[in-house]
């Protein structure tokens, strides 16, 4: 039962079924109760009356038959209603319900089957002779009374079942308006409109929906955007590399000359080269989202991270004749473990490595340590390059942004991938004066 509604409904019938059926046990169980006391008062009453009114004219003998004349005098019960007096063993009067033998051998209130059927019976001794009275009366005359009321109270709610099924299907519609307000307002949705749903008439139990609803239409229009920017930038920046392909292919077709021609297919390598590393870039920032990368994390030490880094990048640091070195200020394995996706450390390590061993002129130097500080675990990278201005540093983080003298090589995403990267974390990127007083040293503060 997938519908809130019929499953609603199921259940409030259900509900009131069960308290039906419980008032009904109730009231029946009541009611035979009061009504047996009822009818056991009056039976008592009954045998006190016919022995005040017989007794007398029994003893004057003014009665000389033990049996009544009549069997019914107007009333349809009177069949069940029977008495008996008995005096030395012997019936003196009964009535023609009556059977011959004694209604009971006990004095009180006591049951007797009479003729297939049960009798509720009562017997006395009168105080002032040897008589004994009993009064009886069939069980079916109480259990008649006690189902016609049970049926007059429980017939009217039994019966109203089916208008409370109307009336609760109906209410439900109602109570659901809101929730099918929102579901068409949410079905109304574009990429291109994702508004906030209204959620001002909207019951207090639906405002987390829409809450919800609103958090992810803003994480939908903030990724959108996003996704339009990065198109829009990755299909400008591509531009470029594409069409100095095309222009040195052209260069090479229409040359005679074979220096000029080698020299534009090399052109044309470097444009693939740099095309593929701008690709490259493009799919890493695209892969790297928080709802995929968290269900990944895992313990990682920093040291060990480094280690593996450094040991990919020594033949391109030994290429541009820089001294690549990795310091560890740790005293343990706890001091460099932290929560996090181990891949996308390694990208951002070996970006901001790549960077500062292609910025830096041969001879110089590129430093990695591992150490702690303030609580937090912490990577810094310095270099003896050229340096950042530090009106420049914030904005070298922005997709595509390079700096006027920068290396041809670099497409403009190895920093902003490493800000995803730390933001993926919650780490903070520092920045400040590089080796020597001079180059730039890039600071990870991941906190513990």
Not at 4 to 19: A, E, G, P, Q, V
Not at 141 to 151: F, L
Not at 395 to 404: H, L, W
Not at 415 to 424: G, K, M, T
């Amino acid at each position: 039962m997938s519908s809130i509604r019929k499953r609603l409904l199921f259940n409030l019938l259900t509900i009131f079924l069960f308290t039906w059926l419980t008032i009904a046990g109730i009231t029946y169980f009541e009611a035979k109760h009061e009504i047996e006391e009822l009818f056991d008062a009056q039976l008592a009453q009954t045998t006190g009356m016919i022995a005040e009114l017989t007794l007398n004219k029994i003893e004057k003998k003014e009665i000389d038959s033990a049996t009544l004349t009549k069997a019914v005098y107007g009333h349809k019960y009177e069949r069940k209603v029977s008495f008996q007096i008995w005096a030395d063993g012997q019936l003196l009067l009964h009535s023609q319900s009556a059977p011959h033998d004694k209604l009971s051998t006990s004095l009180g209130f006591s049951d007797k089957p009479i003729d297939g059927t049960t009798w509720r019976v009562f017997g006395m001794q009168h105080d002032q002779s040897n008589y004994t009275i009993f009064a009886a009366e069939n069980y079916e005359v109480r259990n008649e009374m006690i189902t016609y009321i049970a049926q007059s109270v429980l017939l009217p709610l039994l019966w109203a079942l089916p208008l409370l099924g109307v009336f609760i299907w109906l209410g439900i519609g109602q109570g659901l308006r809101p929730l099918q307000r929102v579901a068409q307002e949410v079905a109304e949705k574009t990429p291109q409109q994702l508004q906030p749903i209204k959620s001002g008439n909207v019951p207090d139990e639906v405002i987390p929906l829409t809450t919800s609803l609103n958090d992810l239409l803003q994480r939908l229009h903030q990724a959108f955007e996003l996704e339009k920017r990065f198109t829009a930038d990755a299909s400008h920046e591509l531009r470029t590399p594409l069409a100095a392909i095309r222009t040195q292919t052209q260069v090479a077709l229409r040359s005679t000359d074979p220096a000029e021609q080698k020299k534009a297919l090399l052109n044309i390598i470097q444009g693939v080269d740099r095309s593929s590393h701008l690709v490259d870039q493009m799919l890493t920032l695209a892969r790297l989202e928080p709802e995929t990368l968290n269900k990944k994390f895992s313990t990682v030490d920093t040291l060990v991270l480094s280690e593996n880094v450094i040991a990919d990048l020594v033949p391109l640091a030994t290429e541009q004749q820089i001294e690549l070195s990795l310091t560890d200020k740790t005293t343990s394995a706890k001091q460099r473990s932290i929560k996090g996706y181990e891949p996308g450390l390694a990208i951002l390590l070996r970006n901001l490595i790549d960077n500062a061993i292609r910025y830096t002129p041969s001879g110089g130097n590129v430093e990695l340590t591992v150490f702690t500080e303030n609580n937090n675990h912490c990577l810094a990278i310095a270099d003896s390059g050229p340096g950042i201005p530090k009106d420049e540093r914030e904005r070298i983080f922005d997709r595509f942004y390079r700096q006027e003298n920068h290396n041809s090589y670099g497409c403009g995403l190895g920093l902003s991938i490493v800000q995803r990267i730390a933001d993926l974390h919650h780490a903070k990127i520092q920045m400040a004066g590089g080796l020597n007083e001079k180059g730039l040293v890039v600071t990870i503060l991941f906190p513990s």
